[in-house]
């Protein structure tokens, strides 16, 4: 693909500089004198989202889509019902080492009275695509999220051909990712995605019902898929490396090879990062390398791999909106085909907003929650190694207030209220009523607290910042006749001194006490041999000026409450440890 620069393709401008110096050499010899700079790097280029894919979008219409679904056949998997494609997690196939099941399926877009002509799939009787369940955690839900795959030569639906219906079951008002999604795309520095509120009718022909009649699934947001067509529609190289994070913290893992290489594993590559663009891996081999070199100042790496406006604004938006499920996930990596720079797209925004819901409702309020802040980021190698710079952190801190004053709570309050206007009648009414978490009236509730979420989380970041960093805890040791428990350090970015606290039970509510040890200004504790059972830790560090910080851990126990900086492990009577269940 060839990009522009306000109007110039790139391949132009390389070309004409390469002219102009060819050009100009020539007249220098013949007595003209004239200097010209170097040819511009792909580096060097601007590389920013299109604002011109967004200029039809209405934010708060609602598209009408028609689905229906038949069985296929066993060769592309869509042999399968409705029924039986619905019944399951995505942990059911993790656990059968399955595919998910799919469907045949054919899409038509209308308006509340049927397809409507001139829209995708009017008029169409054979199947014209593949639907899937969608989604991790989500998928356990009996309301499912759908990825809808458009049959080749089938053509497009607003240039896409993957459309990815989100039900957000998680989200009480059902709008959140979309909110956040319609800021990026105003953000200097930010990558965004289109979105569409969607109404879906399922009509299921998968058991032979010839009479099936269309039902009613209520709303969802479609939300644009990030692959080589998203790449293309946003004025970005589609031959570029493109990566979806699965569990990346930026370190320098043995499963990350060349793709030549012989003991390549796709399968084990792609449990840290999903390959969906350019398979040549020699960059991002070459980015954590010098990453992971302490040696190599991080202004530096920054400076060499990374566009720092993107990378800060990227980052303070997720700490400012709350979106703490962004540390190793719930993110793509995204560089041109002939540059060396990486940029962040954004990737699944749910977890965003929900501060002032989750107190009020009963959700995670147990001690200080690490995941809000600076903290959530330092289990990554590259934000830990940004964090620990005076330098970086003013540029992150510069990047905050900035964003701050373009997300205010008046614009937010807007935003709310025309979002609201198009969910409160799906969440009133059946089928969407029949799962939402909250009653009508504590949905309007929740929608007077969202704008408030920007100062509540800048907050959170100013305490981050003033508190000791969280620290892994290791598995237990045997010695002689004790029991030795070590962690890493808890750093301080004031360079304060910092103790700890250490508390073992053998209950996660620490009512049937072990052992405490306070004041510890080491990084290891000491109790007596433990017999076989079931025990739990407690760590918490505390810097001079007061402010503590648990250990990176959480503890989930049958209450569904989350309990910050606890860890479970079982002593089995062969003495071997089960450590973090």
């Known amino acids: 693909m060839i990009k522009k620069i306000k109007g110039v393709s790139v391949l132009s401008l390389i070309f004409s500089v390469a002219l102009c110096v060819s050009g100009c050499s020539a007249a220098a010899e013949a007595g003209g004198g004239t200097e010209t700079e170097a040819p511009v790097s792909v580096d060097d280029v601007k590389v920013s989202d299109s604002v011109s894919v967004y200029k039809d979008d209405d934010d708060c219409s609602v598209v009408t889509m028609y689905l229906t679904v038949s069985q296929g056949n066993g060769a592309d998997n869509t042999n399968h019902t409705w029924t039986d494609l619905n019944a399951y997690s995505v942990y059911y196939y993790e656990e059968k080492g399955i595919d998910r099941y799919k469907v045949e399926g054919i899409l038509q877009v209308g308006d509340e009275n049927g397809p409507v002509q001139g829209q995708f799939g009017y008029g169409e009787f054979a199947p014209n695509c593949i639907v899937q369940i969608r989604g991790a955690t989500s998928t356990r839900s009996p309301q499912k999220s759908y990825k809808i795959e458009i049959n080749k030569n089938e053509g497009y639906w607003r240039g896409q051909r993957t459309i990815a219906l989100n039900k957000h079951v998680y989200d009480s008002v059902r709008f959140r990712n979309k909110m956040s999604y319609d800021l990026l795309k105003t953000i200097p520095g930010a990558f965004s995605a289109r979105t569409q509120f969607v109404r879906l009718y399922v009509k299921d022909l998968t058991e032979g019902d010839k009479n099936a009649q269309f039902e009613d699934y209520g709303l969802y947001t479609q939300v644009e898929q990030i692959n080589k067509t998203y790449l293309r529609n946003h004025g970005l190289d589609e031959f570029g490396q493109l990566y979806k994070a699965t569990m990346f913290e930026f370190l320098n893992y043995d499963a990350i090879k060349l793709s030549d290489d012989p003991s390549f594993d796709r399968e084990a590559f792609e449990s840290i990062l999903e390959i969906k663009g350019n398979e040549d891996h020699s960059k991002l081999i070459a980015m954590l390398a010098d990453l992971n070199n302490y040696g190599i100042p991080i202004e530096e790496i920054l400076d060499k791999y990374f566009d720092e406006e993107n990378y800060y604004t990227w980052l303070a938006f997720q700490m400012l909106t709350g979106n703490g499920d962004t540390t ?147 598995e237990p040791v045997f010695t002689g006749d004790k029991t030795m428990f070590t962690w890493d350090p808890s750093f301080d970015f004031d360079g304060e001194s910092v103790t700890y606290k250490f508390e073992l039970a053998s209950d996660y509510l620490f009512n049937s006490v072990i052992s405490v040890q306070e004041n510890l200004s080491v990084t290891q504790a000491f109790t007596e041999r433990l017999a076989p059972g079931q025990y739990f830790i407690r760590l918490t560090s505390r810097n001079e000026s007061g402010m503590t910080q648990t250990a990176m851990e959480i503890y989930q126990g049958a209450d569904d409450v989350k309990r910050y900086g606890i860890i479970g492990f079982n002593v089995l009577e062969d003495g071997t440890v089960q450590f973090g269940i």
């Open 328 to 474: 190793s996930q719930n993110f793509y990596l995204y560089s041109p085909q002939n540059g060396n720079k990486w940029y962040f797209i954004s990737w699944d925004n749910d977890d965003a907003w929900n501060y002032e819901e989750d107190i009020a409702y009963g959700g995670d309020t147990d001690g200080y929650r690490y995941t809000k802040g600076v903290s959530n980021y330092w289990g990554s190698t590259l934000h830990q190694r940004v964090l620990k710079s005076e330098e970086c952190r003013k540029k992150l801190d510069d990047k905050i207030n900035e964003l701050r004053q373009l997300i205010t709570k008046e614009r937010l309050t807007e935003m709310v209220e025309k979002y609201a206007s198009v969910a409160e009648p799906f969440i009133a009414s059946v089928p969407d009523a029949m799962y939402a978490p909250h009653t009508v009236d504590e949905f309007r509730s929740i929608l007077q607290m969202i704008p408030n979420e920007i100062e509540h989380n800048y907050e959170m970041y100013k305490i981050s910042l003033d508190s000791p960093m969280p620290f892994y805890v290791a």
